[in-house]
């Protein structure tokens, strides 16, 4: 069964820096483009960043800047390095990985900013 396994959450100033990672297993498709979403209390889940195989990456506007995507194909991971963090970036992160025409997601990652 595929795994899509988030890391790197917690609790942060503002101002300061996190780091996820997700590493996906037991994929056996070509893995295509990487990325996440998060989603606020209360609010509908959105788009942070996506990264294709081709390494051509996208940004919600609120994080250009700020967040950078990256992956590593040969281990199946993606990262998203967050600098300079707001309170309105707290939220859960998900990793979604796409491969086989399929959207696999990972449990999420709670990210909290503090003020």
């Known amino acids: 069964q595929v795994q899509v396994v988030e890391s790197g959450g917690g609790l942060v100033q503002a101002g300061g820096s996190l780091r996820l990672s997700c590493a996906a297993s037991?994929?056996?498709?070509?893995?295509?483009?990487m990325g996440w979403y998060r989603q606020a209390p209360g609010k509908q889940r959105k788009l942070v960043a996506t990264?294709?195989?081709?390494?051509?990456?996208n940004y919600a506007d609120d994080v250009k800047g700020r967040f950078t995507i990256s992956r590593d194909n040969a281990r199946s991971t993606v990262y998203l390095q967050m600098n300079s963090l707001k309170p309105e970036d707290t939220a859960v992160y998900y990793c979604?990985?796409?491969?086989?025409?399929?959207?696999?997601w990972g449990q999420g990652t709670q990210v909290t900013v503090s003020s």
């Open positions: 979604f990985t796409n491969a086989g025409g399929y959207d696999f």
């Open positions: 990264i294709t195989s081709g390494d051509r990456t």
């Open positions: 037991r994929i056996i498709f070509k893995i295509n483009s």
